[in-house]
């Protein structure tokens, strides 16, 4: 009779898998399609080609990877958890920084593109072939943006639609300051080439103000860096070395437990003021 409990049970096991497992893969595969849409823009972006099996690894080796290590080193499931998120999160991440990079780097390259611009217009060439020149000389990433205006260009987009185009996608003071000089030029007919020389030299002396405002803010930070670390350091160095069970008073009481979470919520809104104090926009 146990036997046929039991091989009911098994039977009943394995219907059940074959039943539940096409739906378990049909949502697994929604998700990844869902998943990969939110990633593919933000890669287009970048100029980052992925390929497919790249990105599957990514997106569910990841996760189940960083949740098994999770599982195993917390040994619980609330690691496993932990794990899963972490694995989600990472590349977005990654891009996310690499998007910053980028557009850090193309920031650093308008100045010498809008001089090289400058210097093809004062040989005579039209502001497209001035575009050209600069796509064949200038590197990565300011050539292959702006390389995308010109074969937009090509295939009908109007300059003024992809200049916007290009604004929206880069998201740059400077930039923004540049498609503005050259679509009032193109209405005005204004001199594009001393406007430009003018126009470099405001962006470089922004750079410069940009970076002694770093360089000014940099003690500020440092400092709230040290003093938010120290109280948890000094914690930790006296539970180590000094005496094991000097907090055990605080733990083990309602008041002392209450001192501690007060403590920590007003240490976290000290780093925050400490952060938004030495931030200055510019």
């Keep these: ?9 098994f039977v009943a096991t394995i219907l059940l898998f074959q039943a539940l497992c096409p739906i378990v893969l049909k949502s697994t595969e929604q998700w990844y399609r869902r998943r990969v849409e939110k990633l593919t823009p933000k890669l287009d972006r970048i100029w980052l080609d992925v390929p497919e099996n790249k990105l599957l690894i990514v997106n569910i080796f990841l996760p189940v990877a960083l949740g098994l290590i999770g599982l195993f080193v917390f040994k619980g499931i609330l690691g496993a958890v932990i794990g899963i998120f972490v694995g989600l999160a990472i590349p977005f991440i990654i891009i996310k920084n690499m998007e910053r990079q980028r557009l ?25 072939q001035a575009l050209e020149v600069l796509v064949e000389e200038m590197p990565p990433p300011i050539s292959q943006e702006l390389g995308l205006v010109l074969r937009e260009n090509k295939m009908g987009v109007s300059l003024e639609k992809s200049l916007e185009v290009l604004n929206k ?18 209405e005005t007919g204004g001199d594009l080439t ?33 003093m938010s670390a120290l109280p ?46 030495s931030i200055i926009k510019t």
Excluded: C, P
């Design 232 to 277: 948890f350091l000094f914690a930790l160095w006296i539970h180590i070395f000094v005496n094991k069970h000097h907090f055990d008073i605080m733990l083990q009481t309602d008041q002392g437990r209450f001192l501690l979470i007060l403590a920590v919520v007003l240490q976290i809104v000290g780093m925050y003021l400490i952060h938004k104090f």
């Design 1 to 9: 009779m146990l036997l046929l409990i039991i091989l009911l049970i």
């Design 104 to 128: 850090r780097k193309f920031s650093s390259q308008l100045v010498d593109g809008i001089m090289l611009l400058s210097g093809s217009l004062k040989a005579g060439l039209s502001l497209m």
């Design 169 to 186: 996608r880069m998201k740059i003071e400077e930039l923004e300051l540049l498609i503005n000089a050259l679509l009032v030029a193109r």
């Design 194 to 226: 001393k406007l430009l020389s003018r126009l470099a030299i405001t962006i470089r002396d922004r750079h410069k103000i940009k970076e002694k405002i770093k360089t000014l803010t940099l003690q500020g930070k440092m400092q709230g860096v040290i």
